[in-house]
């Protein structure tokens, strides 16, 4: 079984794994609506994919906030 002659130092251990990294992803721009979009996806902003389109992208509904929440618990306890 092979075995090192020598312990690695710290400085060689760092200079191989220097090369050991992730590239992060190209991105295209969308034709339609000009955002950055990752290629051969559909855009999730407009919905859009090679000119046509293919999903139906509707507003997000609004988050409720926690004075919203507070109230209807509150209401809740109320009722009980």
């Given at each position: 079984m092979a075995v090192p002659k020598k312990r690695t130092s710290k400085s060689r251990?760092?200079?191989r794994r220097a090369t050991?990294?992730?590239t992060p992803p190209g991105f295209t721009?969308?034709?339609n609506c000009k955002n950055e979009i990752l290629p051969?996806?559909?855009c999730p902003?407009?919905?859009y994919y090679k000119g046509k389109k293919i999903l139906e992208i509707s507003e997000k509904p609004e988050k409720?906030?926690?004075e919203e929440?507070?109230?209807a618990k509150?209401?809740?306890k109320e009722e009980k």
């Open positions: 251990q760092l200079k050991i990294f992730l721009i969308c034709p051969h996806r559909v902003f407009c919905g409720k906030k926690k929440k507070k109230e509150e209401s809740k």
